[in-house]
Nanobody
Framework: QVQLVESGGGLVQAGGSLRLSCAASGSIFSINTMGWYRQAPGKQRELVAGITSGGSTSYADSVKGRFTISRDNAKNTVYLQMNSLKPEDTAVYYC???????????WGQGTQVTVSS
């Protein structure tokens, strides 16, 4: 089992920055990939950014050039640096880990990000 705890959400003005953190515990060795998803009211949850165990990253087109995903293996923590935030980035952000041979999903509790115009 993998457990995830997120932190770093909040309220920010458009154009501002926030950094989200996701600390993993449990069967860390079994994690294949980690990522950040978000879900806005009335919308489906969408993948924002992902990072593999080898460090390869991927981003949704809507955040490319503004968001950066990174990891600190010593701290078992993944970060999402969000710059040039827009009101449409407002959502609950969830950390995700896919682990084990079956690529099971672990989810954090979610953290609210609100961008005011």
């Amino acid at each position: 089992q993998v457990q995830l705890v997120e932190s770093g959400g909040g309220l920010v003005q458009a154009g501002g920055s926030l950094r989200l953190s996701c600390a993993a515990s449990g069967s860390i060795f079994s994690i294949n990939t980690m990522g950040w998803y978000r879900q806005a009211p009335g919308k489906q949850r969408e993948l924002v950014a992902g990072i593999t165990s080898g460090g390869s990253t991927s981003y949704a087109d809507s955040v490319k050039g503004r968001f950066t995903i990174s990891r600190d293996n010593a701290k078992n923590t993944v970060y999402l640096q969000m710059n040039s935030l827009k009101p449409e980035d407002t959502a609950v952000y969830y950390c995700n880990a896919k682990y084990g041979t079956r690529w099971s999903d672990a989810w954090g509790q979610g953290t609210q990000v609100t961008v005011s115009s």
